[in-house]
């Protein structure tokens, strides 16, 4: 079951960017589940392979987290604070 998703999951990303959000809602889990197999496939897949994760963003101003590290769901946006 979390091998079969975490192989979806690799060729969403391969297919273009997704977010965490739309990730979670597609294989009808948590974020955390998603954050979890990200780092899972992150460690397995060959260095050139590109994983396309969307940089999460700010609901109310759409402030970008870029420098966030990689996989993390932030709940507060440094700049509008929310
Ligand atoms: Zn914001």
Same mark, same amino acid.
Do not use: Y
């Given at each position: 079951?979390?091998?079969? @998703? ?6 969403? &990303?391969?297919?273009?960017?997704? !977010? ?6 597609? /294989? ?14 992150? @460690? ?6 590109? &994983?396309?994760?969307?940089?999460? !963003? ?6 970008? /987290? ?17």
């Amino acid at each position: 079951m979390e091998l079969t @998703r975490r192989r979806e999951i690799m060729a969403m &990303l391969r297919e273009r960017e997704w !977010t965490l959000d739309e990730l979670a809602r597609n /294989f009808v889990v948590s974020k955390k589940v998603i954050i979890n197999d990200l780092e899972h496939i992150a @460690r397995s897949v060959p260095r050139p392979t590109r &994983l396309q994760i969307h940089p999460p !963003t700010c609901e109310s101003c759409g402030f970008r /987290f870029k420098d966030r590290a990689k996989f993390n769901d932030p709940s507060r946006c440094p700049r509008c604070k929310n």
